[in-house]
């Protein structure tokens, strides 16, 4: 299908290179985000989705631009969950944010983060612990390396928040952060669409 989009989700670390707090890993949460976020993408249609990882081992990060690339992505998504190191703000600190590059982003990047955060937000107007730390900047390798024609790392909130660490831990957690991620995905790719 012409029309068809290709997302590269790109699910952090794996393999025990995460973080982890207790017995609960990023690179768990973000594979669990990751998996259902591709089975809503491919019940959606219109979506060709490759995963960077489908369970808990490492891939290098130029292995994911490389396979990224190859794939010809429309968009990259990397997923990671966010810490601190400062005990004492564990409650007071949480909240979700996006990066796009610092210097080599351009529209497409902008319009796809600022989809995301939307969406994601919108998701989450119940929860006062989903806040919406916005837009950020940073020269990341994946982002540096332009994997896809839009490219964004999502930290969907912080693990060092107890009360955000078990909702991000539980299925209905997941679930609704995935559907917040699809749904930056679908309004922004439903776009990309109508002006081809
Ligand atoms: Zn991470």
Redesign the pocket.
């Known amino acids: 299908m012409e029309d068809t989009k290709r997302i590269y989700i790109s699910p952090?670390?794996g393999g025990g290179h995460?973080?982890r707090v207790g017995r609960i890993t990023?690179d768990n949460i973000?594979l669990g985000v990751s998996l259902i976020l591709k089975h809503l993408l491919e019940e959606q249609g219109g979506y060709d989705v490759m995963l960077a990882r489908d369970g808990d081992y490492y891939v290098s990060l130029s292995s994911r631009v490389k396979e990224s690339k190859k794939f010809k992505a429309d968009l990259f998504l990397a997923i990671?969950?966010n810490s601190h190191s400062y005990p004492d703000k564990n409650n007071s600190i949480f909240g979700f944010e996006a990066f796009i590059h610092d210097e080599l982003s351009d529209s497409r990047d902008n319009i796809f983060v600022a989809h995301l955060l939307s969406a994601y937000g919108a998701e989450f107007e119940d929860k006062p612990l989903m806040r919406n730390r916005g837009k950020k900047e940073n020269n990341f390798y994946l982002l540096r390396q332009r994997p896809a024609k839009a490219n964004v790392l999502f930290e969907l909130n912080f693990m060092t928040n107890p009360m955000v660490l078990s909702f991000m831990n539980s299925s209905l957690g997941q679930f609704r952060m995935s559907k917040g991620l699809f749904e930056g995905i679908k309004t922004y790719t439903n776009k990309l669409k109508k002006k081809a």
């Open positions: 952090g670390h995460g973080k990023e973000v990671h969950a």
